[in-house]
């Protein structure tokens, strides 16, 4: 059990370098929950919040909503034509914010900044 939904945690969200800044947008989180719910499949989140030096460290764009918390990275486990499948679905191709599905490294970027796609 998450102590910011269901199924997440504050703990998943937080810098990976160890700095300890957790401060994730509980919006974002509960649309995770959603997309979680709908699919009834566990999400792992690769990245949350980032501070700046680790923000540098992994390639992140300088002005990065990850900074803020308003972003993550995150990958289902499941196989391929499942991930396809989701990335053309509906549910996220009306994503209000950022999405993109980074094929080469198999993960999914969302944010709740404003609405693009790359």
């Given amino acids: ?3 910011l939904t269901e ?3 504050r703990k998943e969200f937080a810098c990976r370098c160890g700095c300890g ?3 994730i947008s509980l919006c974002l989180v509960h649309r995770l929950q959603v997309v979680r719910d709908i ?3 566990p999400i792992i989140i690769n990245s949350g919040c980032r501070c700046k030096e ?3 460290k992994v390639g992140g764009a300088s002005l990065s909503v ?3 918390g308003e972003a993550a990275d995150w990958c289902f486990n499941c196989p391929y034509d499942e991930k396809l499948y989701f ?3 509906v549910q996220l191709n009306d994503w209000s914010g950022g999405f993109h599905y980074y094929r080469e490294q198999k993960f999914f970027h969302v944010d709740i900044g404003r609405r693009r796609r790359w």
């Fill in 54 to 56: 680790y923000n540098k």
């Fill in 1 to 3: 059990m998450g102590d």
């Fill in 66 to 68: 990850h900074l803020i």
């Fill in 39 to 41: 699919f009834g499949l």
């Fill in 87 to 89: 990335y053309t679905s």
């Fill in 7 to 9: 199924n997440f945690s």
């Fill in 21 to 23: 800044f957790d401060k």
